[in-house]
Nanobody, 125 residues
Framework: QVQLVESGGGSVQAGGSLRLSCVVS????????LGWFRQAPGKEREFVAS????????SYADSVRGRFAVSRDVVQNTVYLQMTSLEPEDTAVYFC??????????????????WGQGTQVIVSS
């Protein structure tokens, strides 16, 4: 069974930075996509970024492009989300997911088969 464990969330002031990590275990990641989504209170889960495991091709939501960067470590089976210039609107629980049967840009929840438990990010003004 594939398992994902996120870490790195916390509380920061607007303009600050955080780096989220997601360690994946229990399966091969070849030909998969790794993605980050977030869910704010009272809102639906929304796409943040994705990266293809084999080629490292990244996609971003318009709201984070230029501020966030997604990357992966194929040795450590880990995907990262470097977040800079954080805004109060970025406050949410951030989830990582693994997609087995997916299509680019993998910006839909239905592209993903396994999810982590989430990590909280709070940005204060």
């Amino acid at each position: 069974q594939v398992q994902l464990v996120e870490s790195g969330g916390g509380s920061v002031q607007a303009g600050g930075s955080l780096r989220l990590s997601c360690v994946v275990s229990g399966g091969t990641l070849s030909n998969t996509v790794l993605g980050w989504f977030r869910q704010a209170p009272g809102k639906e889960r929304e796409f943040v970024a994705s990266i293809s495991w084999n080629y490292g091709r990244a996609s971003y939501a318009d709201s984070v492009r230029g501020r966030f960067a997604v990357s992966r470590d194929v040795v450590q089976n880990t995907v990262y989300l470097q977040m800079t210039s954080l805004e109060p609107e970025d406050t949410a629980v951030y989830f990582c997911g693994v997609g087995i049967r997916w299509s680019a840009p993998a910006d839909r929840s239905s592209d993903y088969d396994f999810w982590g438990q989430g990590t909280q990010v709070i940005v204060s003004s």
